[in-house]
C-alpha cells in the first residue's frame, strides 16, 4: 500500500476503483451527464464510466459550464465518488465544491492505474494496487 498527500480542494472521505487518464478532461460535452460515461471520440476513457470511481486525471480542459456538469452528474447519481489531479483549475474546483466531490491536486498521477482501489481521507490517498486486491 503506498500513502500520498496533496492539497485538498473538498475536504472529505471517499474510496472506491480508480479510472485513470493520462490527457485532460471536458466535462462540457465529453461526459453524458445522465449516465457518467465519457462520449469524447478518441479519448482513452470513451465509453467508460467513472460513476462511483476515483477519477485521476492531469487537468480539465474546455468550459466553465464544466463545474455545472460535475453537479448534474452528482444530481444524477453517477458523479465521480472523488477526483485526484495533478493540478486543479477553477472549472473542477467550482464543481467539486458544489457537488461536495472530494477532491485532492498536486498529486503525482503516475503513481496510480485504472483498477488500483483508491481512499481519499482529507488529502490523505491510499492506495491498494490492483495486484494487491
Known amino acids: 500500500m503506498s500513502i500520498l498527500t496533496g492539497r485538498v480542494i473538498f475536504s472529505g472521505k471517499a474510496r472506491g476503483k480508480v479510472v485513470k487518464s493520462d490527457l485532460p478532461i471536458s466535462f462540457f460535452g465529453a461526459v453524458d451527464q445522465k449516465t457518467g460515461i465519457i462520449k469524447e471520440p478518441r479519448h482513452p476513457l470513451q465509453g467508460q464510466s467513472i460513476a462511483g470511481k476515483i477519477l485521476v ?3 480539465a480542459k474546455g468550459s466553465t459550464v464544466g463545474s455545472y456538469i460535475l453537479y448534474a452528474l452528482k ?11 495533478e493540478q486543479c483549475e477553477t472549472i473542477v474546483a467550482v464543481g467539486a465544491i458544489i457537488s461536495e466531490i472530494p477532491t485532492v491536486d498536486q498529486v503525482a498521477i503516475d503513481r496510480f492505474q485504472t483498477g488500483d482501489v483508491v481512499r481519499i481521507d482529507e488529502g490523505e490517498i491510499k492506495i491498494e494496487k490492483k495486484s494487491d486486491c
Open 57 to 59: 486525471f492531469p487537468h
Open 75 to 85: 444530481k444524477n447519481n453517477v458523479a465521480p465518488a472523488g477526483m485526484i489531479l
